[in-house]
C-alpha cells in the first residue's frame, strides 16, 4: 500500500511568511507525528496527533508554529513569520498504537 | 528527559566486513523500545531493526544485529557483510513508552561502505 506522504518536497520562502507543509499518512494509522531535522543532526520531535486531538505538542519551538489534523487523517504543519533557523528538513511518521512508526520522504523548507 | 548520544560522528568500512555503530542512552525508564534507523540521501527514514528493554535477547535482522546492554545502557549496531547500499547516515532512537510514542533520536553516524 501506499506510504507516508508529504507535500511539497522542497519549499523556499522568504523570511516573514507564512507556509503551510502537508503530511498524508498511511490509511487507518491512527498516530501522527511531526519531527524536524537540522542540518547534521537527528529529528526532533515537534508534536504528536492520536486521531483529530494534538496529545502531545510539548515539541513545538514558539507559538509561530501550529498543526492541525481536522479529520484524523491528512496534517498540515503550519509556520508563521518564518524565520531563517526555521529552515530544516521537517519530516512526519505515521503508526497503528503502538507500533513502530513509518516516516514520509520529508519536506526541505528553506526561508531566505 | 531522556537523551541518546552516539559518539562516532563517521565510519567507514570495506564492503563484505564487518561494522559496529556505537549508541548509549540515559533514562530512568525500565519499559521502553530501541531502534535504530538508517536514512539515505533520499531523506526516507528506513526502520533497521528494534528492540524491547523487556527482552534479554539481542534483536536480529538478516546481516543486522544488536548488543543491547540494559544495565550498562548501551545499544550498538552491529552491520555484517557490508554492502554499498549500507551507506547512509544511522540514527540510534529510543521510545518512551507512556509518552505517546514519540521517538528521541541521536546526533547520528555517517557511515560509508567502500569498494
Known amino acids: 500500500g501506499a506510504g507516508v506522504s508529504q507535500t511539497p518536497s522542497n519549499k523556499v520562502t522568504e523570511k516573514g511568511k507564512y507556509v503551510e507543509l502537508r503530511c498524508d499518512p498511511i490509511s487507518g494509522h491512527t498516530a501522527l507525528y511531526w519531527y524536524r531535522q537540522s542540518l547534521g543532526q537527528g529529528p526532533e520531535f515537534l508534536i504528536y496527533f492520536q486521531g483529530t486531538g494534538a496529545a502531545d505538542d510539548s515539541g513545538l519551538p514558539n507559538d509561530r508554529f501550529f498543526a492541525v489534523r481536522p479529520e484524523g487523517s491528512v496534517s498540515t504543519l503550519k509556520i508563521q513569520r518564518t524565520e531563517r533557523g526555521d529552515s530544516a528538513v521537517y519530516l512526519c511518521?505515521?503508526?497503528?498504537?503502538?507500533?513502530?512508526?513509518?516516516f514520509g520522504p520529508g519536506t526541505r523548507l528553506t526561508v531566505t | 528527559a531522556q537523551t541518546v548520544t552516539q559518539s562516532q560522528p563517521e565510519m567507514s568500512v570495506q564492503e563484505a566486513e564487518t561494522v559496529t555503530l556505537s549508541c548509549t542512552y540515559d533514562?530512568?525508564?525500565?519499559?521502553?523500545?530501541l531502534f535504530w534507523y538508517k536514512q539515505p540521501p533520499s531523506r526516507q527514514m528506513i526502520l533497521v531493526i528494534r528492540q524491547e528493554a523487556y527482552k534479554q535477547q539481542n534483536a536480529t535482522e538478516n546481516r543486522f544485529s544488536v548488543n543491547f546492554q540494559k544495565a550498562a545502557k548501551s545499544f550498538s549496531l552491529k552491520i555484517s557483510d557490508s554492502q554499498l547500499g549500507d551507506t547512509a547516515m544511522y540514527f540510534c532512537a529510543f521510545m518512551k513508552l507512556k509518552e505517546g510514542n514519540k521517538l528521541v533520536f541521536g546526533a547520528g553516524t555517517i557511515l560509508r561502505v567502500k569498494s
Open positions: 511518521a505515521s503508526s497503528s498504537q503502538g507500533s513502530e512508526q513509518y
Open positions: 533514562t530512568s525508564e525500565n519499559n521502553y523500545y
